[in-house]
Nanobody
Framework: QVQLVESGGGLVQAGGSLRLSCAASGRTSRNNAMAWFRQAPGKEREFVASITWSGGSTVYVNSVKGRFTISRENAKNTVYLQMNRLKPEDTAVYYC????????????WGQGTQVTVSS
């Protein structure tokens, strides 16, 4: 089992920045990839970005390229999502996920952290 705990969400004005953190514990060695997803009210959960623990390979959804950066700190089993130039449409609950491959599937999920961007 893998436990994931997100933190760092909050309320920010458009154009501002936030950094989300996801701390992983448990059998993390069996899950080489981590990802961030988000779900806005009334919408389906959407992939945002993913990264591997081993080589740092990353994947981003087009809508966040150039604004968001996913990174990892292996010694702390923590993955980050640095979000810059935030837009109101980035408002959502952001979830951390763990899996074997950078393209999924995703076997473990965190509880989510709310990000609200005001215009």
């Amino acid at each position: 089992q893998v436990q994931l705990v997100e933190s760092g969400g909050g309320l920010v004005q458009a154009g501002g920045s936030l950094r989300l953190s996801c701390a992983a514990s448990g059998r993390t060695s069996r899950n080489n990839a981590m990802a961030w997803f988000r779900q806005a009210p009334g919408k389906e959960r959407e992939f945002v970005a993913s990264i591997t623990w081993s080589g740092g390979s990353t994947v981003y959804v087009n809508s966040v390229k150039g604004r968001f950066t996913i990174s990892r700190e292996n010694a702390k089993n923590t993955v980050y999502l640095q979000m810059n130039r935030l837009k109101p449409e980035d408002t959502a609950v952001y979830y951390c996920a763990a899996g074997r491959l950078v393209g999924g599937p995703w076997n473990y999920w965190g509880q989510g952290t709310q990000v609200t961007v005001s215009s």
